[in-house]
């Protein structure tokens, strides 16, 4: 490879080696990353998580062109979705719309489904006045550090995820990006969700996923579901407590139990979100920041803030339970 369009060294972030500090020396944006995208993606398999610095990006169809260029796909669509989001040009994608001063809690892109992006890039559009943070997390670690008996149970039951759509979550058409009920009917026949529709325009959907995934490059064991995430008790309390008080437990919008069906004990959950708690990282977002992901091996999340603040989301190379 050509010496003089090597990368500098990364450098560290709040401890972690992931900040790549870009010197454009008066170069576009985009010639740079096309001279240097072979070793963008190699640094991102080898690293997991990279955030380069000093790039200028200027809309959404740049981003979208530089994605494709580094990642060397066309971005995906956001099907099947869990959050609501709003669909820019170039399949790109404003971050989960969500109240500023909750937290998302780390997570692993669409690991409810049976299938998702293995690369995910994430751009600052604009920072918060205050927080707003996406955390990352090391999968590998929080798999490694999760005790054997639990780790054990998960492995042997998965997951099993719950939606109930419309009414508090989002309506089933913005999940599955089409008001056509046979269109839907197929996608679940596709990818292994039972559905049952309710009334004339309620749609309930369930699916069993595996707690744990190998990468299909590594080999390494990842922890890859999102049980504490859709499980109730992630909500706030006062939340909690409204939809318990209105909604049976089979009629709540989302949740999540064990495989077979039966409960996910409150105190295994606890302990899997103080895990994530131990092994998260976090850095101030500067306009411009663009973070490059290896959707299995890191998680992400956000932190509550104030002020404005836009992130910017696009993601690809599409991976499954079973290989395709």
């Known amino acids: 490879m050509n010496e003089a369009i090597d990368l500098p060294a990364l450098e560290q972030v709040n401890g972690q080696n992931i900040l790549l500090n870009v010197d454009l020396k008066g170069q576009d944006s985009t010639k740079w990353v096309e001279a240097h995208a072979e070793q963008l993606d190699a640094l991102i398999q080898e690293n997991g998580a990279v955030l380069v610095r000093g790039l200028t990006i200027k809309g959404a169809n740049q981003y979208s062109h530089i994605l494709q260029t580094i990642f060397k796909d066309q971005l995906s669509s956001y099907t099947y979705r869990s959050t609501p989001r709003t669909e820019l040009k170039g399949n790109i994608y404003t971050a989960t719309e969500y109240l500023e001063t909750e937290v998302i809690p780390q997570h692993n892109e669409k690991a409810y489904s049976n ?12 920072p918060a006045a205050e927080g707003g943070e996406t955390p990352l997390a090391d999968s590998r670690q929080v798999y490694e550090l999760i005790p054997q008996d639990i780790k054990e149970k998960f492995i042997a039951k998965g997951v099993k995820y719950t939606r109930n759509y419309g009414d508090i979550d989002l309506p089933w058409q913005e999940v599955f990006q089409t008001d056509d009920k046979k269109e839907v009917e197929a996608f679940c026949r596709d990818n292994q969700l039972s559905y049952e529709w309710r009334g004339d325009n309620c749609l309930t959907t369930s699916q069993v996923n595996p707690a744990v995934a190998a990468h299909p490059v590594t080999g390494e064991k990842v922890w890859f579901n999102q049980a504490h995430l859709f499980h109730i008790s992630s909500l706030p309390q006062q939340t909690r407590d ?37 092994v998260t990282f976090k850095f101030p977002w500067q306009k411009g920041d ?8 890191y998680t992400h999340g956000r932190r509550p803030y104030t002020g404005k603040r836009k992130v910017l989301v696009g993601m690809t190379r599409t991976q499954s339970h079973d290989g395709v």
């Open 290 to 297: 663009l973070v490059l992901v290896d959707n299995m091996l």
């Open 242 to 278: 409204h939809l318990l008080s209105h909604y049976s437990e089979d009629t709540l919008p989302r949740n999540s139990y064990y495989g077979d069906g039966s409960p996910l004990e409150p105190e295994v959950l606890a302990k899997i979100r103080d895990i994530y708690e131990q």
């Open 115 to 126: 299938s998702w992006p293995m690369r995910l890039g994430l751009f600052c559009v604009h």
